[in-house]
């Protein structure tokens, strides 16, 4: 697995980060800072994107499926927490195969990108189109000094509008030290100003251990260098076979499977070998963010790393089990598509009925561990 944001294309390196600093937002970002909060900015209004990820949520939200802002319209996915996205490079095939970008299959290539979809989706949002946002922005408070930034004429071309507003939501997502601020007790235990208890410590050598959690082969707890803080994600992709959730309205349709990376939100991938692979998601406020992973499936950390260490050795505590007492595993993905699934890294590499590579009282000191990198900590 690739070292974090060791990838191409991101204007950010997380080399030289200092200790956080109050915002100062360029203009630009202050204008992201007002369309992120603006709740006109749906139809009907209501609905901004702060609704879904809210600052106090680890910059996600508690709910398993977002719902739209219009009756009925649910998402598919279980919002992310979009917090020190930006040390994300933007997506590219690199020798870990595909690597960042931005969604859970990293369809938008970058923030810019990202941020022309919520505005428009039916399921979110729900414009009919981008000029009827740009006529909320023209209508809104903020739109003299919009004008001021992006030019007296910046509504003129709808286009060159859509652009910009997606353009001020992107540096308010780089600048806000809020969204990465490295003030979880981990931080502070890094540099020597808190102590992380004993059992804080042994979940965190359990979560590092190749033979125990490996949980940093994808999620690394250390930086590129010593100075540089972890973001625990690589940004690579992986297809952990997670049980479906029938709390996804899509899924009553036996036949809909959301594939990740091949489909069918995103679109230009065919590699079959890539079906059902998902973003590895930053563990950063992790506490903050339940339910767990794309489909929400799971509601507690507890039993997320109880499902890693007891998805093969206990498959029946997971997915659904027939009359005859058969296990239908990977229940989440056609069945031509079940040799995906990660089966040789550890904690994977357990046979059925085997001992889990982690036991209760050591699930229960990860979770501990995991506790620690709740931002906003006071040392
Ligand atoms: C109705 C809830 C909702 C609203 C409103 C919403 N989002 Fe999201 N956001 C999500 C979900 C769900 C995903 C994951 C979708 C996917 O993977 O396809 C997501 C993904 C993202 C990501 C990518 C995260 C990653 O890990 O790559 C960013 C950045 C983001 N949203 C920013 C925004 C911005 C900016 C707005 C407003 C223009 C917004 N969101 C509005 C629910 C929402
Ligand atoms: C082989 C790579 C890999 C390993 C090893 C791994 N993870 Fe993950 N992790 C992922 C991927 C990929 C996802 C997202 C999967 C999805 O949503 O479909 C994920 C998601 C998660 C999430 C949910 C994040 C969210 O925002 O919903 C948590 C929590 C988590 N992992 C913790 C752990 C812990 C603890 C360990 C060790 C016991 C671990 N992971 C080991 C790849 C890995």
């Known amino acids: 697995m690739a070292g974090c944001g060791g990838g191409g294309g991101s204007a950010d390196t997380v080399s030289g980060i200092a200790a956080p600093a109050p915002s100062e937002l360029s203009a630009a970002a202050e204008l992201g800072k007002a369309i992120f909060a603006d709740t006109s900015l749906s139809e009907p209004g209501g609905m901004s994107c702060q609704t879904c990820h809210q600052p106090d949520k680890g910059h996600a939200t508690n709910d398993v499926v977002q719902t739209g802002v219009v009756t009925g319209h649910a998402g598919t996915r279980n919002a992310p ?6 040390y994300s490079p933007n997506f590219a095939y690199t020798d870990d195969g595909p ?73 308010y997502e780089r600048e806000e030290a809020g969204f990465a601020p490295f ?60 049980p479906r959730n029938p709390a996804i309205p899509a899924n009553a349709d036996p036949d809909y499977f959301d594939l990740g990376l091949c489909g069918p939100v995103r679109t230009d991938i065919s590699d079959p070998t890539l079906c059902g692979a998902f973003k590895v998601p930053t563990l950063r406020n992790i506490a903050l963010t339940a339910p767990y992973f794309h489909n929400g499936v799971i509601a507690t950390l507890r039993d997320v790393v ?45 046979p059925l ?16 561990f995991l506790r620690t990198l709740t931002d906003g900590y006071q040392p």
């Open 81 to 86: 927490s979009i917090g020190y996205l930006k």
């Open 99 to 171: 690597t960042g970008g931005f969604f859970r299959d990293g369809r938008a290539m970058t923030f810019t990108a990202q941020a022309r979809e919520p505005f428009v989706n039916p399921d979110e949002m729900a414009n009919p189109d981008a000029a009827s946002v740009v006529a909320k922005v023209k209508a809104a408070a903020y739109a003299d000094r919009f004008k001021a930034v992006w030019g007296s004429g910046v509504f003129d071309d709808v286009q060159n509008a859509y652009d910009k507003i997606t353009v001020s939501l992107a540096a």
């Open 183 to 242: 003030t979880s007790k981990f931080d502070y235990w890094r540099s020597g100003k808190a102590s992380l208890t004993d059992r804080e410590l042994q979940g965190l050598a359990l979560f590092n251990d190749p033979q125990k959690g490996n949980c940093a082969a994808c999620h690394p707890s250390t930086g590129p260098d010593a100075r540089t803080p972890p973001l625990f994600t690589d940004f690579t992709y992986d297809n952990l076979g997670l």
């Open 306 to 350: 109880r499902f890693y260490v007891t998805r093969d050795t206990s498959p029946e505590l997971w997915y659904p089990v027939g009359a005859g007492g058969e296990v239908r595993k990977y229940d989440d993905l056609p069945a031509r598509y079940h040799g995906n699934v990660n089966v040789t890294e550890v904690p994977y590499d357990r």
């Open 353 to 368: 009925g085997g001992t889990p590579a982690l036991d209760d009282d050591e699930i229960d000191q990860v979770v501990e």
